[in-house]
């Protein structure tokens, strides 16, 4: 079922719901994620300043996944940046990270 996130708060209340139906401990998935059980709580509190490849690895063992509704007029920017990284990645440069 799709539920739109809407704030750190409403993720974290998916997260904790998710983990307890689940019957998973705090700790448990904290270790599993590879981070601290405080991150865990601080994410199912809803902290606004969680580092989003940390909560992306929560979600990743909870089995579940972020997604956006992107503009079409979006797609072919999207599609260059892609095609960049990709680029620098075979070449062994990594992107840049600029936004040109």
């Known amino acids: 079922m799709k539920h739109q996130i809407l704030s750190p708060e409403e993720l974290g209340v998916v997260v904790r719901a998710v983990r307890k139906s689940s019957g998973v401990r705090q700790d448990d998935l904290a270790a599993l994620a590879g981070v601290s059980k405080q991150f865990a709580a601080d994410v199912e509190r809803g902290k606004a300043t969680a580092q989003i ?48």
């Open 53 to 100: 490849g940390l909560v992306m690895k929560l979600l990743e063992h909870l089995g579940l996944t972020i997604t956006v509704n992107v503009p079409e007029s979006a797609l072919p920017e999207m599609q260059r940046i892609k095609v960049k990284r990709a680029r620098g990645k075979t070449s062994g440069s990594p992107d840049s990270g600029t936004d040109s």
